[in-house]
Structure formats: structure tokens, C-alpha cells
């Protein structure tokens, strides 16, 4: 199974990552990170297939997917 992380700390918001998901369980977060931006997340884990598309199409490399 893949696990995926976010540093929502780093993250901005941008959404391209949620535009890439195959599966669609990566969205924007509804709560605020320390810089004020609406960090990514994904809302089911087990659901997440690794392709790591996300990780690729994020431009500041917040996103970490493991196999």
C-alpha cells in the first residue's frame, strides 16, 4: 500500500496536485497553514494507488509518496 505526506507547512495552496489525482482523494484542506494558505491533504489513504502524480506536479516538493 502507498502512503502519501504532505508538509502542510511548505504547501500554498496552488492545487495543481489535486487536478492530477487519478483517484480524486487529494483536495485542499478547509483550515489554514501558518502562512495562510489552504494546504493539500488526501482524504482517504487507503485508496491512494502510488502513481505519485501529485508529487510530480507539486512545485515545491511538499509531497512524499512511499511504496
Known sequence: MAKVT?????????????????K???VLKDELNAKGYHPAGITDQSACIGCAFCATMCPDCVITVEK
Open 6 to 22: 504532505f508538509d502542510e507547512s511548505l504547501c500554498k495552496g496552488c492545487g495543481l496536485c489535486t487536478s492530477v489525482c487519478p
Open 24 to 26: 480524486k482523494i487529494v
